[in-house]
């Protein structure tokens, strides 16, 4: 059984995992609108994987007694002044992502619930790779800078990412 206290933490979790899906939707249809199909791709893919980060907490929940809601979502942004700083906001939000995750990971050992603390270390995990990948992908914006063909290049580089990505989790 979930204490009050971890099943409420888990649910404010839910809404922030809804509220990334929502996010990479919103950059996803941004990016296809400015003919930037590989990211948009990307961000579509992101979008599926935040959204069954979400539905991994909510079945969690419900399997452990607690009581999953689904909650109002705060709007995402919808516009971008550039790419780059599209990137950027998405790095930030996955460290924000991180930092909650690592705060119940912290609430969930000081109330002794173990089932929950070793749940969790999979969405350490997983966050340190959607860190790694945002940087990765922030270093490679800033390697091209202005260069128009450099940012052909990054669009079709980053599709097949997304393209990586979503066979690798297939399989695992």
């Known amino acids: 059984m979930l204490s ?10 839910v ?8 996010t990479y ?13 590989g990211i948009s791709k990307f961000m579509y893919a992101q979008s599926d994987e935040e959204r069954t980060h979400m539905l991994k907490l909510v079945k969690y929940i419900n399997e452990r007694g607690g009581h999953a809601k689904v ?13 780059k700083k599209m990137f950027e906001e998405l790095y930030k939000h996955e460290i924000f992502v991180s930092d909650s995750i690592n705060e119940l990971v ?25 860190e790694a990948q945002a940087k990765l992908i ?6 091209i ?8 290049l990054f669009d079709r580089d980053i599709q097949q990412m ?4 979503s066979a690798f989790k297939e399989s695992k």
């Not at 809404?15 to 929502?22: F, N, V």
């Not at 909650?71 to 790419?83: C, D, G, R, V």
């Not at 922030?138 to 390697?143: Q, V």
């Open 25 to 37: 939707l919103s950059m996803a249809s941004w990016s296809e609108t400015h003919g930037l199909e």
């Open 71 to 83: 909650s109002e979502l705060k709007a995402p942004k919808t516009s971008y002044e550039t790419f």
């Open 106 to 130: 912290h609430l969930s050992f000081s109330e002794k619930d173990y089932a929950t603390h070793n749940f969790l270390q999979w969405y350490v995990a997983e966050q340190i790779e959607e």
């Open 138 to 143: 922030l270093d490679k914006i800033n390697l």
């Open 145 to 152: 800078g202005d260069d128009k063909g450099g940012l052909y």
């Open 162 to 165: 997304a393209s990586n990505s």
């Open 15 to 22: 809404r922030i995992e809804a509220e990334s899906s929502q």
């Open 4 to 13: 009050k206290n971890i099943e409420q933490a888990l649910n404010i979790q």
